[in-house]
Every structure is written in C-alpha cells, then in structure tokens.
C-alpha cells in the first residue's frame, strides 16, 4: 500500500452505508460502531437488551442458546 492510501483508510470514518458495503473495513467500521452503541446504550456489547425489570427482550434474528 503506498502511504496515501494508508492515510485515507486511516482517516475512514463510519457511514452509516457500511452496513450494506461488503469490504471488510465497511463491515469491521458498522460492528465497532454497533458494539459502541450498545455499550452506550445498554453497559455491554454482547447485543442483549433489557427491559425495565431486567429480562432479556428477545431480538429479532439472535440466536437464543
């Protein structure tokens, strides 16, 4: 890679289109940003939500092992 284009990579920030790009720096960018927002949101990244009580609302598409 020569050094301007290490530097527009590095200087790539999240889109919200990179959910629906299938390079890998749009796909590893949308589940940093996922995992952030759900940190922010809810105190953790592993995607589980709760409701006021405290149990876990089922979401759509999650595997529930």
């Known amino acids: 890679m020569e050094k301007q284009e ?3 990579i590095a200087g790539r920030q999240y889109e919200p289109s990179d959910h629906d790009r299938a390079t890998f720096l ?3 960018l949308a589940t940093t940003h996922e995992q ?3 940190a922010y949101v ?3 990244v592993d ?3 709760d409701d006021v009580s405290g ?3 089922p ?3 999650q ?3």
């Open 55 to 57: 149990k876990d609302i």
């Open 63 to 65: 595997n529930n092992e």
């Open 59 to 61: 979401l759509s598409g």
């Open 47 to 49: 995607g589980i939500m």
């Open 26 to 28: 749009s796909s590893a």
């Open 36 to 38: 952030v927002r759900d």
């Open 6 to 8: 290490n530097l527009n």
């Open 42 to 44: 809810e105190g953790t």
